[in-house]
């Protein structure tokens, strides 16, 4: 674990070097907490896994600058550490190429439709054409295979599936199916139903919350939805980093306008996926984005 952390931290800072950023304090995401690293913060957690996996979660100022938070093991996030510029940066989606369970790279959606792999300190160009997708984010691999599926989702509100490869690069894409354009926020990161499957969960326009139980298999890769609660308007950010707490389920992050974090603690079970939300930092709505 030390190690993971001192390598992400000098990327993060080789990064902010080269774009002319400095490490800097930044929103209380630690309130109950005095480290950042889950070693050291929770050293009987679960060690991750594809299902429950341990990603940091990356913040982008309307500057674009880039803030990583590491999970602290509790059920929250530690100081934000580094800092660095992407421009012109549109969104982006956390991966595990190798499906160890912890994080190993971000692909970034460009405003002019390229799409980059920023992984072990280098970036590299996937591809261009992405400018008809609103969002990308990674749950895992859909199909049981060895690499996980990058999602997006068109302006028609038709679904597409990408397999990523070793190097990063992705196969052809494969349609899920239409009608996603009923929901304002789709994400997803490993198991929420307690079969190591990799699960998503949507939120409509009038402020449900939908889980889509994941079937492994890529011809029809998510079950019929099942209704998880409503009220979810309360937020305008759902984000999907794994296990937070390091008790061996994935976990929901959710901000609210007023720019207040919270975390659904995942349950593994399918009727009632979440617990109670709890708070874990404020000052989050100085991002334009969370993933």
Do not use: C
């Not at 509790?74 to 421009?87: D, I, Q, T």
Request: cysteine-free.
């Amino acid at each position: 674990m030390l190690a993971r952390v001192a390598a992400v931290a000098a990327a993060v800072t080789v990064a902010a070097m080269a774009a002319g950023t400095a490490v800097a304090d930044g929103p209380d995401a630690s309130r109950s907490t005095k480290n950042g690293t889950r070693g050291a913060a929770a050293a009987g957690a679960v060690l991750p896994t594809p299902a429950a996996p341990d990603y940091f979660l990356s913040g982008i100022l309307p500057s674009e600058q880039m803030y990583v938070y590491m999970n602290d093991g509790k059920g929250g996030f530690g100081p934000r550490s580094g800092a660095y510029v992407w421009k012109p940066f549109k969104h982006g989606a956390s991966i595990d190429l190798e499906m160890t369970g912890r994080q190993d790279g971000a692909y970034h959606v460009m405003d002019d439709g390229m799409l980059n792999l920023w992984r072990h300190g280098a970036l590299k160009r996937v591809g261009g054409g992405w400018s008809p997708y609103d969002g990308v984010f990674v749950p895992g691999a859909l199909g049981g295979v060895k690499h996980p599926d990058l999602l997006a989702r068109d302006k028609q509100g038709v679904r597409w599936r990408w397999q990523t490869r070793t190097d990063g690069s992705l196969a052809p894409r494969k349609q899920i199916g239409g009608g996603w354009q009923q929901y304002s926020q789709i994400t997803g990161l490993g198991d929420r139903t307690g079969d190591a499957k990799p699960d998503i969960v949507a939120r409509d326009t009038q402020g449900v919350l939908w889980l889509y139980k994941g079937t492994v298999d890529l011809r029809r890769p998510f079950a019929a939805r099942a209704r998880v609660g409503g009220g979810w308007n309360q937020f305008n950010k759902l984000v999907s980093t794994g296990d937070v707490d390091g008790d061996g389920h994935s976990d929901l992050v959710a901000r609210d306008t007023k720019g207040d974090l919270y975390l659904y603690k995942g349950t593994g079970k399918a009727a009632a996926p979440f617990k109670a939300k709890a708070r874990v930092g404020y000052g989050f709505n100085m991002y334009r984005d969370l993933f």
